[in-house]
């Protein structure tokens, strides 16, 4: 029988299970995608800690997951433009990708260009349809600068990139580790800590234009001591500051869609973009997967694979 992951409770890491499950069916305009790949996000995170039980409760026995890539086994009645075989990349709304199995509407669904890495593929949704949004949302234009925290996570490691190809001019803040990652991709980077605020300064030659906060912990407040207007922050994870200094919130959901992810596909698959992949682990390890996740110094993506 297939396995999926699954909790029955809010916890740690220690809830998580890899159980056997039936085989899943395609209803009409859904498609059945073997995963070949399955990214992991710290929002599946908090989900499972119960951080996010007002805005989405979750219903026992729980399965989690978005992203995936994979192969089409099967398809439901209506279902056109897919054949089964075809390679896949996509996305689960009902917490699910995280299965050797996952049942997909079929409008979550795009092509796999061949050029695009497996994992690369299956990490792509969250973290690059957020990092899309975040940069589109503070309105770049070429010869702005613009401030990522985070710069060599998940999502800041694509804002770092999509911002680097929209001609602006990219503060990237992180550890010295990544330093060298950040500046192969056409950032300035900066360490983070005491004296920040200068050294954004220095590499701004002033106040910088718009500022994107993947991490939180107090960067959206940086960012308007800075003097960058509220309308050009965006913070994926610091709501409480979003809405005390009127900043912006766009992320995930605000270019959650198919289109969104063939044209990221397409960028990857032109060598303009890529996914790092922090670390593989099989479905078995997901608990492994999320310790070294909710550590938060990975640089980029970590995936399951069956």
Known sequence: MPKAVRFTEYGGIDVLQVVEVERPSPGPGRVLVRMVAAGINPGEAAIRRGLMHDRFPATFPSGEGSDLAGIVEELGEGVTGFSVGNEVIGFSDERASHAEYVLVEAG???????????????????????????????????????????????????????????????????????????????????????????????????????????????????????????????????FAAAAKHGTKTEGNSAAANADVLRELAALIADGKLEIPIAGSYRLDDVREAFRELEQRHTRGKIVLVP
Do not use: C, K, M
């Open 108 to 238: 979550n669904l795009t092509p796999r260009p061949a050029a695009v890495p497996w994992e690369q593929a299956g990490a792509l949704f969250v973290a690059g349809t957020t990092a899309y949004a975040a940069v589109r949302a503070v309105g770049l234009t070429r010869g702005q600068s613009v401030v990522v925290s985070g710069a060599a996570g998940g999502v800041g490691s694509i804002a770092v990139q999509l911002a680097v190809d929209s001609g602006a001019s990219v503060i990237a803040l992180a550890s010295a580790a990544n330093h060298e990652w950040l500046a192969a991709h056409g950032a300035v980077p900066v360490a983070y800590g005491e004296g920040v605020a200068d050294r954004i300064r220095a590499a701004a030659g002033g106040t910088p234009d718009a500022f994107i906060d993947t991490f939180g912990d107090g960067y959206v407040e940086l960012a308007v001591s800075l003097g960058v207007p509220g309308d050009r922050i965006d913070t994926i994870i610091d």
